[in-house]
């Protein structure tokens, strides 16, 4: 998304907020690979606060979307956040 300065663009129009972004997804990459990799309950129960910081990242920021679009995308990551962050709390559950 990031990556995609026209895609970005639906979210943030002015763009100020992408570095930020940016960065962000790079250390969350880095944590959800980690447990990927090694799925402890320790490193699954990493991956959904991971996943829960990025849902809430995504509540904070849907007042301000000026475009359908822009909800609509920041909706579905959301979705998407949280469905992952509850099965990695699941996992975490009955893998430990």
């Known amino acids: 998304m990031t990556a995609a300065p026209a895609a970005y663009r639906l979210v943030d129009p002015s763009g100020r907020s992408r570095p ?3 960065g962000a997804l790079l250390a969350s990459s880095a944590l ?10 320790t490193a699954l129960g990493r991956s959904a606060a991971v996943n ?3 849902v809430l990242t995504c509540l904070a ?9 822009g909800r609509s995308l920041v909706v ?4 998407l ?7 990695q709390w699941y996992l ?3 893998s430990g």
Do not use: E
């Open 20 to 22: 930020w972004v940016t």
């Open 32 to 41: 959800l690979a980690a447990a990927a990799r090694n799925p402890t309950p």
């Open 52 to 54: 829960s910081a990025w």
């Open 61 to 69: 920021v849907l007042p301000r979307q000026p475009r359908g679009v």
């Open 76 to 79: 579905a990551t959301a979705g």
């Open 81 to 87: 956040d949280a469905a992952m962050g509850g099965l």
């Open 92 to 94: 975490r559950r009955v």
